[in-house]
């Protein structure tokens, strides 16, 4: 079993593994390559058919660029992609990949061409991979996230609002009939409002067309709502996944925990008293040794600077996986045989 195996007991759907890419940069009057930026560092995690998983983690944690080498924008260093048993390269070509990993962006207005109709822009990808009627597969789908066709199949981007426009990315993207659909940040530039329309959308899709997600979002009750389980990233490495009720009552990583405590609430008798993260995230250029996250960890300890937690699970057979000696009794931090509590 992998250190990220679903709550569930199916097989997974999609299955990525040891998922790297690492940015050279470049400068000087020769252009030679001067550093790396680690942005996605050994990345694995498993979902189940009709399951979502919930990305979270600060700008610049790998989140997107996780997404990015999924659908094949980026291309991986190293790693695996595994979907429905396939594995991309060997038994599966990227064309085939895009056609059943299918991406939603923040940006509704960029992700459209401003000189195609929104029906031919919905039909666009059916065509392309010589898919049956892409033109009435693209009107029943603007039916069905709430765009009349007849109203709106020859209006451009320009036309429509950002909620509309939205709608209409959702609907390119389930006319490839995807198995896994990944929401980058799809609903954060909405109105309050209207967020929770697509949000409320997106779950009904999900269940009528039998859709895996995978919901990447800064927002964590947006995440809470949507998501199974959550997945925690820090520095371009997982810390932290687990079901979505158990990681909220009980978050295991201190980054987690800072992260929840730095949640705003609009109860004033729930206001935290934990004090927010502190400091900004390490660069990504030079990471620090043994556990990434001590520089700013209220719990290091010297075993931290040194020794790189590897994910675990909490307890034997627990759902809930996560890399941080405070939870190794074997790690020789000071606090770990006190137990996980800490
Ligand atoms: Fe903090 Fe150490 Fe755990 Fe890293 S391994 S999160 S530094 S206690």
């Known amino acids: 079993m992998s250190a990220t195996d679903t709550a569930r007991s199916t097989a997974p759907l999609l299955s990525v593994r040891e998922l ?3 940015f050279p940069i470049h400068g000087g009057i020769l252009g030679r390559q001067q550093a790396v930026v680690q942005a996605v560092d050994g ?3 498993e979902v189940a058919a009709g399951e979502t ?6 700008s610049g944690c790998g989140k997107s660029t996780t997404a990015k080498l999924l659908i094949g924008l980026t291309q991986m260093d190293e790693g695996d992609i595994v979907l429905d048993g396939r594995r991309l390269g060997p038994d599966m ?14 940006d509704s207005y960029a992700s459209l061409n401003p ?3 929104i029906g031919d822009s919905v039909a666009f990808g059916a065509r392309v991979q010589g898919l049956d009627d892409p033109q009435g597969r693209a009107r029943r789908l603007m039916a069905r996230v709430g765009l009349d066709p007849d109203r709106f199949a020859g209006r451009y981007p320009h036309e429509l609002s950002g909620g509309q426009r939205q709608r209409v990315n959702i609907a390119r993207a389930l006319a490839m009939s995807p198995k896994v659909v990944v929401l980058d940040e799809a609903v954060s530039a909405l109105d309050k409002s209207v967020e929770a329309q697509v949000l409320n959308l997106l779950a009904d899709l999900r269940e009528e ?6 919901f990447i979002s800064h927002d964590l009750n947006v995440v809470r709502y949507i998501s199974d389980r959550i997945l925690v990233m820090y520095l371009g490495e997982v810390v932290e996944v687990a079901p979505v009720d158990d990681i909220w009552n009980a978050p295991a990583h201190p980054y987690t925990r800072s992260l929840f405590s730095a949640m705003p609430s609009m109860d004033p008798d729930n206001r ?8 900004d995230p390490p660069n990504p250029i030079d990471p620090p040794s043994g556990c990434r996250f001590h520089t700013r960890c209220p719990m290091a300890s010297e075993v931290c600077k040194r020794k790189h937690p590897v994910l675990g699970r ?5 759902p809930h996986w996560v890399a941080c000696h405070l939870h190794d009794p074997a790690s020789g931090h000071p606090k770990a045989a006190e137990g996980a509590s800490v």
């Open 43 to 45: 990345v694995s995690f």
């Open 20 to 22: 790297k890419k690492h």
């Open 115 to 117: 000189r195609m109709t």
């Open 209 to 214: 067309f039998g859709l895996t997600y995978i």
């Open 93 to 106: 070509s990227l064309k085939a990949l895009r056609r059943d990993i299918q991406m939603v962006f923040q």
């Open 314 to 318: 909490m307890g034997q057979g627990s």
């Open 53 to 58: 998983l919930g990305i979270v983690g600060e």
């Open 272 to 279: 935290t008293t934990k004090p927010p993260l502190s400091g």
